[in-house]
């Protein structure tokens, strides 16, 4: 059985990279993703950032614009230097827009965003909990009043509502006590690229056992992880794109064989099986170089072409 017949996988849009990425390759790789049967597209959110990096959003609405069918998310925003109200607003816009397809996905983020943003990090968890909230509430009811320890509303109102009902988040974070907040918090949730496969191995066991205490079936809740990789029939030139993406994009030339995948179609396909052996119920592929390419190559390896 073909691995795209046994879990749905994601491809990441062209959005972050060493090198500068070209909008025909962003449009590219959304629409051959679409015909391919992907069933959704991803980004990730590096405002700041010593590399070529879109914003989440205008990316995602590019390709909305381009596509018809795929879904759209990011994984994962930074909730807490954002402005829940701006986010409620952005995100209802993006999946109104493009039909009901928006995946958001969210993130307590690491200490570096708060000095960045000159945002407090007191009480981020606490915060993050409200603007969860307080989002939800925006999308779902007429009118809000919220008052609360850091976001007061009274009796406001978005100028649009999502399509979805609800329109879904995912969490993207992976301490074990973050982990278990996704069972009661989140729709999904997704292991960062950046995470280790033990961490994803030891992460999703966690994850089941809270949502099965918080009465949620974990067969019906997305399990992803993303994976940073790259597929070539000469091992030796998937493994110098990819040592060279955690080199230089993530300053971790480890995390090529701690986090990475790569090697020929026949060594990736394996790897993937791994992947859902553990756990996984949804994979986000995520090439890092020759994306024109690669994502023809990640789709034979899923058993899809076309």
């Not at 974070?173 to 278990?180: I, Q, S």
């Not at 030891?202 to 099965?212: D, F, M, T």
Request: charged share 20%; hydrophobic share 40%.
């Amino acid at each position: 059985m073909a691995l795209a017949d046994r879990i749905p996988f994601g491809m990441s849009l062209p959005h972050r990279s060493p090198d500068r990425i070209a909008p025909d390759i962003v449009r590219n790789v959304a629409q051959r993703a679409e015909a391919l049967g992907f069933r959704d597209l991803w980004v990730t959110e590096n405002t700041l950032d010593h590399v070529t990096s879109f914003d989440p959003l205008t990316v995602l609405t590019y390709a909305a614009a381009v596509t018809s069918r795929i879904r759209l998310g990011a994984s994962v925003l930074v909730l807490p230097v954002h402005d829940p109200r701006m986010v409620a607003h952005q995100w209802a816009s993006l999946d109104a827009l493009s039909g009901g397809r928006a995946v958001m996905g969210v993130g307590i983020g690491r200490p570096f965003h708060y000095t960045e943003f000159e945002v407090s990090p007191e009480g981020r968890v606490g915060r993050f909990r409200e603007q969860v909230s307080l989002i939800r509430a925006l999308w779902s009811q007429e009118k809000v009043t919220h008052d609360g320890r850091f976001y007061h509303l009274d009796n406001a109102r978005l100028g649009v509502r999502p399509v979805q009902h609800p329109l879904p988040i995912w969490m993207g974070v992976g301490h074990p006590d973050a982990v278990r907040r996704s069972a009661a918090l989140a729709d999904g949730w997704m292991g960062a690229g950046g995470s280790t496969t033990d961490d994803f191995r030891r992460s999703v066991p966690i994850l089941k056992q809270a949502l099965e205490k918080a009465g949620r079936d974990p067969a019906k809740y997305p399990i992803s992880k993303r994976i940073f990789m790259a597929v070539d029939d000469n091992p030796a030139k998937a493994r110098a794109d990819l040592h060279r993406w955690y080199t230089e994009v993530y300053h971790n030339p480890d995390g090529t064989e701690t986090s990475g995948l790569y090697g020929t179609p026949e060594q990736v396909a394996a790897r993937l099986e791994e992947f859902i052996a553990m756990g996984a119920n949804h994979l986000l592929l995520n090439p890092v170089a020759n994306h024109a390419e690669q994502v023809e190559a990640c789709a034979a390896v899923i058993g899809r072409s076309g």
